[in-house]
């Protein structure tokens, strides 16, 4: 049984930064799984946010968060992250950590597992 748990969400003022991480268990190789963020809004649909394929493949972004912010894995710690940077107040939202088998892709329903969420909140 695959399980994700997010932690580094809380709140920041714009333009600040924050690291998310996604730890795996359940003895879960990190590498070959593809691995996503979501986000979801108060009263907004969730929306994908940036996707990463499987050991050694390329990552993908959402256009409102390119260039700010990158997603990584560290397979020996079994976790994925995603660094946040100049982070807005549009940016806030719950964010959930997903996995898949297969290829990367920007459906969550895609995706088989996925973690409880962590709130990220960004003050103007």
């Known amino acids: 049984q695959v399980q994700l748990v997010e932690s580094g969400g809380g709140l920041v003022q714009a333009g600040g930064s924050l690291r998310l991480s996604c730890a795996t268990s359940g003895g879960t190789i990190v590498g070959l799984f593809a691995m996503g963020w979501f986000r979801q809004a108060p009263g907004k649909d969730r929306e994908f946010v940036a996707a990463?394929?499987?050991?050694?493949?390329?990552?993908c972004y959402a256009d409102s968060v390119k260039g700010r912010f990158t997603i990584s894995r560290d397979n020996g710690k079994s976790t994925v992250y995603l660094q946040m940077n100049s982070l807005k107040p549009e940016d806030t939202a719950v964010y959930y950590c997903a996995a898949r088998f297969g290829t990367a892709g920007e459906l969550m329903a895609d995706y088989q597992y996925r973690g409880q969420g962590t709130q990220v909140t960004v003050s103007s």
């Open positions: 990463l394929g499987v050991s050694g493949g390329a990552a």
